[in-house]
């Protein structure tokens, strides 16, 4: 059976994390986010939001937490 699209962005993601350096993670979320506006077009597709959204993702967080100075935890 073919792996789900739950699966498919699960190993997507964790192949990013591993291959893909922190700061370049957000640039090439934001890339594939805009790419994905024109999947209309025959080479780019809708699928490349989702995509770039959960790459984006992995570095929005650590971002955040050291512009507002926090450490990992609650609150």
Known sequence: ?????????ARA???VTAHVP???????GLLLILAGVFGFL???GFWMIPLGVAI???DVVSLWRW??????GNG
């Open 67 to 72: 512009i507002t100075g926090r450490r990992g």
């Open 42 to 44: 025959p080479v780019l």
């Open 22 to 28: 922190p700061g370049l993670r957000l640039v090439l």
């Open 56 to 58: 984006a993702a992995l």
């Open 1 to 9: 059976m073919a792996p789900g699209p739950r699966d498919t962005l």
């Open 13 to 15: 993601r964790a192949w």
